[in-house]
């Protein structure tokens, strides 16, 4: 079972920008991450996903152009900027990793089964 460590986190004023960070014990060819958060009284949700089978990423709609995920594959970690933050982004950002098909990941929370332990992001003026 991969274990999975975030950090990176922190409050900062809105139009900032921060890199949080999700490093793995272990990345095998076909594990993709998922990045996802959640806001105070509100469902987990996706925000964006990387398979490591094809390199490809995959976004929400509500975040396309201001999240970036990268990966530092020998440092078995994912990265994931966050530009231009507003105070909705506001919530505990968590990574999962799961083992699926080739060049696929998932913004379901529900198909992870590896999770870490989250990392607090506050965004106020």
């Known amino acids: 079972q991969v274990r999975l460590v975030e950090s990176g986190g922190g409050s900062v004023q809105p139009g900032e920008s921060l890199t949080l960070s999700c490093t793995a014990s272990?990345?095998?060819?076909?594990?993709?991450i998922g990045w996802f958060r959640q806001a105070p009284g509100k469902e987990r949700e996706g925000v964006g996903c990387?398979?490591?089978?094809?390199?490809?990423?995959t976004y929400a709609e509500s975040v396309k152009g201001r999240f970036t995920i990268s990966t530092d594959w020998h440092a078995k970690t994912v990265y994931l900027q966050i530009n231009s933050l507003k105070p909705e982004d506001t919530g505990i950002y968590s990574c999962g990793a799961e083992h699926f098909n080739y060049g696929f990941c998932s913004l379901e929370a529900s198909m992870y089964s590896n999770w870490g332990q989250g990392t607090q992001v506050t965004v106020s003026p």
């Open positions: 990387f398979a490591s089978s094809d390199a490809s990423t």
């Open positions: 272990e990345f095998t060819g076909y594990d993709s």
